[in-house]
């Protein structure tokens, strides 16, 4: 398995939650890794993209502010913070991986979903 997330589950409107991607060595630590989401009947959409050589972070407009990237290179594990989460944040989330760009257009690799439910 080259990606594998992780951390989903049931919180209510306003809590936090922390979902983990595990990369294999091959993958972790080059081009992009991050995270997608998809609502049911919407379409996938980007949340949040990690970038090495130069780093950077980038984020999608619906969780600037409230969502934080962050990586673990001891650990070769990419997380996603979820503060505030608001019922519409409910999703199938997806980590994704590039070795070879800097972008997420088309991944390379995509681990299994983790359900994200929001709600009271």
């Known amino acids: 398995v080259q990606l594998q997330a992780s951390g989903g589950g049931l919180v209510q409107p306003g809590g936090t939650l922390r979902l983990s991607c595990s990369a294999s060595?091959?993958?972790?630590?080059?081009?992009?890794m991050g995270w997608f989401r998809q609502a049911p009947g919407k379409d996938r959409e980007f949340v949040a993209r990690?970038?090495?050589?130069?780093?950077?972070?980038y984020y999608g407009d619906l969780v600037k502010g409230r969502f934080t990237i962050s990586r673990d290179n001891a650990k070769n594990t990419v997380y996603l913070r979820m503060n505030n989460l608001k019922p519409e944040d409910t999703a199938v989330y997806y980590c994704?991986?590039?070795?070879?760009?800097?972008?997420?257009?088309?991944?390379?690799?995509w681990g299994l979903g983790t359900q994200v439910t929001v709600s009271s």
């Open positions: 990690i970038n090495w050589s130069p780093d950077g972070v």
């Open positions: 994704a991986a590039d070795p070879s760009r800097r972008t997420l257009r088309t991944p390379e690799h």
């Open positions: 060595g091959s993958i972790f630590s080059r081009g992009a």
